[in-house]
């Protein structure tokens, strides 16, 4: 029995040790994700008065940094930040346009590309965000909302570039 009891706490000591390492190099809890957009004033629509986001900044990517950085090819871009909430722990979700469309159709699902598919958004009601996103005719998927269980419901629409959106929550 004693064996086991050390063979446990070798495994605890090290998964924590193993833990502190993984960790120990970010600087923020946050991901910032960057979102090339065909029709930025379209998208800001979508996210801000569809979803319910938030703007909370904006930057430019100027020509020489763009090139230098190697996140263009001398292009310069402007950046818009909208977050779920106007917080320093809320993920940036970062708009941008060079004003074209994507060069691959449009996915009707998931598993049609590779990448990024789609993100969860956690609410704490959908029905202002389901009526708000049918004034703006935005069509949803499969059968909205989806019950997941007693307490919430699950939404699933797509951006106007194909991002796919599920919400997640109860409805009021």
């Given amino acids: 029995m004693s064996v086991c009891k050390c063979v446990k706490i070798t495994l605890l000591v090290f998964g924590c040790a193993l833990s502190s390492l993984a960790q120990s190099n970010f600087s ?3 991901i910032g994700v960057g ?3 065909a029709d930025l004033e379209r998208s800001l629509d979508f ?5 319910g986001m938030v703007k909370t900044g904006n930057f430019t990517i100027n020509e020489d940094f763009g090139k230098r950085s ?4 001398g292009v310069a871009v402007g950046v818009t930040i909208l977050k779920l909430e106007n917080s320093p722990e809320a993920t940036d979700w970062k708009l941008m346009s060079f004003g074209k469309k994507a060069a691959h159709p449009k996915p009707n699902h998931i598993q049609d590309d590779t990448g990024m598919q789609y993100i969860t958004i956690q609410v704490k009601a959908l029905q202002p965000i389901i009526d708000r996103l049918k004034q703006m005719k935005v069509p949803f998927l499969g059968s909205t909302p989806t019950p997941l269980n007693a307490k919430a419901h699950f939404v699933f629409v797509q951006d106007p570039d194909g991002t796919f959106i599920e919400l997640i929550g109860p409805l009021q």
């Fill in 28 to 30: 923020s809890k946050v």
């Fill in 35 to 37: 979102v090339v957009v």
């Fill in 47 to 51: 996210y801000v008065n569809g979803i």
């Fill in 70 to 73: 190697g996140l263009t090819d």
